[in-house]
């Protein structure tokens, strides 16, 4: 039986499968640059996190109506449920969707038709984070914000991805500003393959309340005692570092020297269609490659509760 946990970072969109990728390729008329799922498969070796993000974003042309994404996010809760998960967050990333003429209400009301219905289907409760894309301008975030204005019933918080790299946390410091006086919540992508400056950036200008991915903190003594000392979470994402060359080899993952130096760290999928993996396909093989005890795997299962936006009673119960 896999531990009850709570997936902080997965992005929706990652979670396409070739096998539903072709299915909805079919039902839109869309025609994919790949004989069949084999030849998709065979695309699935990045050398870094833009290599990914290139078949990320093309093959988002599949998705298209309403149903495409409560299809999406359905089958994504159906794997999920089967991996011990019993709360997730949920993160979408809407200007790939508008800046392909979709709008707005397509895809949040297509991903709230599967969420709206995933305690009673599922078991799993759900919290929904819209990302900006950190490549596109402060302006195109602040539009997007704009645009989810009538959804923010089923928007939980805001969330920072895409290409980190020379697109620093700064650039965004008004849009988040925004959100938190809408009462949104707070987190970003800081530290993935950018340095440890993004990470401080992000918590001293965005005001985040979680770290997402942060893997680059243990470049920096004072940010982890920081981070240790303010109890930010960090959501880590194994296999996601292996395949996006973050690390070398899953044993050379820093996840237990950050557990030993008192991190709040909590494992997640990021991306599981793409990365070879879901929630607790990351929990086997962190305990298989680096050995951790299962004190440890049920101490990143609590702190997965513990980092979500959950309230305490509701916590109480998703354990
Ligand atoms: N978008 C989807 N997955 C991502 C990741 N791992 N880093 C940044 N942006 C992303
Ligand atoms: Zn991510």
């Known amino acids: 039986m896999p531990l009850p946990k709570a997936e902080l970072h997965l992005h929706v969109e990652g979670t396409l499968e070739p096998e539903l990728a072709f299915d909805l ?12 799922t084999d030849e998709l498969r065979e695309a699935y070796r990045f050398e870094d996190l833009q290599s990914f993000l290139n078949l990320y974003y093309e093959l988002m042309a599949v998705l298209r109506t309403e149903r495409d994404f409560e299809d999406l996010a359905d089958a994504y809760l159906t794997r999920a449920a089967a991996q011990g998960v019993r709360h ?32 009673e289907s599922h078991g799993i409760s759900t919290r929904l984070i819209l990302c900006f894309l950190r490549d596109e301008s402060a302006d195109s975030a602040l539009e997007t914000l704009e645009a989810a204005r009538p959804y923010l019933d089923r928007i939980t918080g805001i969330g920072l991805d895409s290409a980190e790299v020379g697109h620093p946390p700064a650039k965004f410091r008004q849009v988040y500003e925004t959100a938190a006086a809408l009462g949104l919540r707070r987190v970003a992508h800081a530290g993935e393959e950018g340095p ?16 997402d991915h942060g893997l680059r903190c243990m470049e920096d003594p004072e940010l982890v005692e920081r981070l240790v000392r303010e109890r930010v979470p960090l959501t880590l994402c194994p296999l996601s570092n292996v395949r996006l060359r973050t690390v070398d080899t899953l044993a050379d ?17 990021d991306d599981p269609a793409y990365f070879g993996g879901y929630a607790d396909d990351n929990f086997r093989a962190v305990r298989e490659s680096l050995g951790l005890t299962e004190d440890r795997l ?11 936006f959950l309230e305490d009673d509701e916590e109480r119960r998703a354990r």
Not at 25 to 36: C, E, Q
Not at 298 to 307: D, I, K, M, P, Q
Request: proline share 6%; with cysteine.
């Open 88 to 119: 997730a967050e949920i993160f979408f990333d809407p200007q790939a969707h508008l800046a392909r003429g979709l709008d707005m209400g397509t895809v949040v009301e297509g991903l709230w038709r599967a969420l709206g219905r995933s305690e």
């Open 298 to 308: 049920r101490e990143l299962a609590r702190n997965s509760f513990l980092a979500s």
């Open 253 to 269: 993952h820093p996840l237990p020297a950050m557990l030993d130096a008192g991190l709040l760290c909590t494992v997640n999928s």
């Open 196 to 211: 440890p400056e993004y990470i401080t950036e992000a918590l001293d200008l965005l005001g985040i309340e979680r770290v």
């Open 25 to 36: 390729a079919a039902r839109n008329g869309v025609k994919l640059p790949y004989a069949d």
